[in-house]
Nanobody, 116 residues
Framework: QVQLVESGGGLVQAGGSLRLSCAVS????????LGWYRQAPGKQRESVAV???????NYANSVKGRFTISRDNAKNIVHLQMNNLKPEDTAVYYC??????????WGQGTQVTVSS
């Protein structure tokens, strides 16, 4: 059974940092494009950052220069380092895996709250 398990969310003041981690099942990790998405109350879920199996990355304009996505291929973990957080970054953050067989998996989500 494929699992994605997020950790690292919490409450932080504006300007602070958090690091999200997502442990991904070994069976799909190496070949999947991995991503972080977020959903704020009353808004649609949006892509924050993605990283391909080859290590190419893409970021939403709103987080460029502040967030960094990375993957630890030895531990099957994808990270999202979030610096200079802003109140508008407050959302539930979800880990996503998209496999070469066009299958998509989601984590349960982790809450990030940034106070002003």
């Amino acid at each position: 059974q494929v699992q994605l398990v997020e950790s690292g969310g919490g409450l932080v003041q504006a300007g602070g940092s958090l690091r999200l981690s997502c442990a991904v099942s070994r069976t799909i990790f190496s070949s999947s494009t991995l991503g972080w998405y977020r959903q704020a109350p009353g808004k649609q879920r949006e892509s924050v950052a993605v990283i391909t199996s080859a290590g190419s990355t893409n970021y939403a304009n709103s987080v460029k220069g502040r967030f960094t996505i990375s993957r630890d291929n030895a531990k099957n973990i994808v990270h999202l380092q979030m610096n200079n957080l802003k109140p508008e970054d407050t959302a539930v953050y979800y880990c996503n895996a998209f496999t070469t067989r066009w299958q998509e998996y989601w984590g349960q989500g982790t809450q990030v709250t940034v106070s002003s």
